[in-house]
């Protein structure tokens, strides 16, 4: 098994960064990637940022150029560095880890991110 836990969310002024982390424990060397997802309200989730166990990464089209993602050498924790944000990246965003043979999925509790105008 794999547990998440997310940090880092918070109310910001568009044009501002926050970073996001996720704490991975549990079964860490299992883990095949994880990644960044969030959803609006009225609206479905979506991915935002993706790395794998080797370190590539994805982003959705909305975020590049303005999101990184990354974790730190141990593989256990990933960040989602966010600037220059906007009024449309308000949601709460989720962590995701797919790990295990059979590619299973864990998701953490979420993390409420408000960017106002």
């Known amino acids: 098994q794999v547990q998440l836990v997310e940090s880092g969310g918070g109310l910001v002024q568009a044009g501002g960064s926050l970073r996001l982390s996720c704490a991975a424990s549990?079964?860490?060397?299992?883990?095949?990637?994880m990644g960044w997802y969030r959803q609006a309200p009225g609206k479905q989730r979506e991915l935002v940022a993706g790395?794998?166990?080797?370190?590539?990464?994805n982003y959705a089209d909305s975020v590049k150029g303005r999101f990184s993602i990354s974790r730190d050498n141990a593989g256990s924790t990933v960040y989602l560095q966010m600037n220059s944000l906007k009024p449309e990246d308000t949601a709460v965003y989720y962590c995701?880890?797919?790990?295990?043979?059979?590619?299973?999925?864990?998701w953490g509790q979420g993390t409420q991110v408000t960017v106002s105008s």
């Open positions: 790395i794998t166990s080797g370190g590539s990464t």
């Open positions: 995701n880890a797919q790990w295990g043979r059979r590619f299973q999925l864990s």
């Open positions: 549990g079964n860490i060397f299992s883990i095949n990637a």
